[in-house]
């Protein structure tokens, strides 16, 4: 049985186009699944060179575990692979690195490993390369996964759907459910895509305030780990100064000073963020769950 992958779209040309070409270069046969919300600039119709398997999502009908749970449904096998649209694999065989990469039957999902774009600044790509890299780091931090490029087991699936009630980190939330359920996840460095961008500082309070209102809808927090200090503040001083380490040395005199303004946006939102999350919380029992 060929696997399946699922692929999440919305106006990604032309780099909808590249990673569909290289989709049709992989080693190992597989089927293609489109979900498609409401394309207008010809991504749709770039997917419908590859597969005539498209599913038209609707413009305001986009809930992120919703569509998951809908690929699921329409798919089959034992292993389901999600790639985002602007995720470039780097090699023809990154799918079969990719399913190569669960160790043992209590493996829920695996995912690979992100490198930056070219034309990516400074920052993000540092950013990007300590979330990926090696994997080194993410020992240190209590849970990574990135559904942009991964792999699911459908067995958990079956036991365990996606939440369709929450707007953010739908990916986090799942894996970690899993994680308290005894299964594992893994990370396959092996297994490259081409996936960054440029946010603008209104973008990335934005994306940090939805990673910080999931954090604290998902994650157990003890009064210290929630505190202004040991959240915020402290998380926001070693980001400035990991990225002086970074930007000074290799001559980035534009990328360290504008380190401050980049990780103060961070803070606040993943603050503000933290906080709505915590108020929601309170008010919804078993919001703490990510199954809830």
């Known amino acids: 049985m060929k696997p399946w992958i699922v692929m999440r779209s919305h106006n990604d040309l032309p780099l909808v186009a590249h990673t569909l070409a290289m989709l049709a270069r992989q080693r190992l046969p597989h089927e293609l699944l489109v979900m498609d919300n409401a394309s207008a600039d010809g991504t749709r119709a770039e997917a419908a060179k590859y597969t005539a398997h498209i599913i038209d999502i609707p413009a305001g009908a986009y809930v992120p575990g919703r569509v998951l749970n809908q690929a699921m449904a329409r798919t089959d096998g034992e292993f389901v692979v999600f790639l985002n649209s602007d995720c470039t694999p780097q090699h023809d065989d990154w799918l079969a690195r990719l399913l190569a990469g669960f160790p043992n039957e209590k493996t829920a ?12 600044t400074p920052l993000f790509a540092k950013d990007t390369e300590d979330t990926y890299g090696d994997g080194a780091r993410q020992k240190y931090w ?14 958990c699936w079956l036991a365990e759907p996606f939440n369709e009630r929450i707007q953010y980190s739908e990916d986090i939330a799942w894996t970690w459910r899993m994680r308290q359920l005894g299964w594992q996840i893994a990370y396959v460095p092996d297994a490259i895509v081409m996936h960054s961008h440029n946010y603008t500082l209104r973008q990335w309070y934005r994306r940090q305030y939805g990673e910080g209102k999931a954090e604290a809808l998902f994650y157990d927090w003890s009064a210290w780990d929630a505190s202004w200090l040991r959240y915020a503040l402290l998380p926001c001083a070693h980001q400035v100064l990991n990225d002086w380490r970074f930007a000074l040395p290799r001559g980035y005199l534009r990328s ?9 946006a961070q803070l606040f939102g993943r603050r503000h ?8 919380r309170i008010t919804t029992p078993g919001a703490s769950h990510a199954s809830a």
Do not use: E, K, N, W
Request: glycine letters at 6%; charged letters at 25%.
């Open 273 to 280: 963020g933290f906080r709505d999350g915590q108020r929601a």
């Open 109 to 120: 999902a695996v995912f690979g490993r992100q490198i930056p774009r070219p034309d990516c």
């Open 256 to 264: 360290a000073l504008y380190a401050p303004a980049l990780r103060l």
């Open 142 to 155: 209590r849970h990574c996964f990135s559904m942009a490029a991964s792999a699911l087991r459908r067995t």
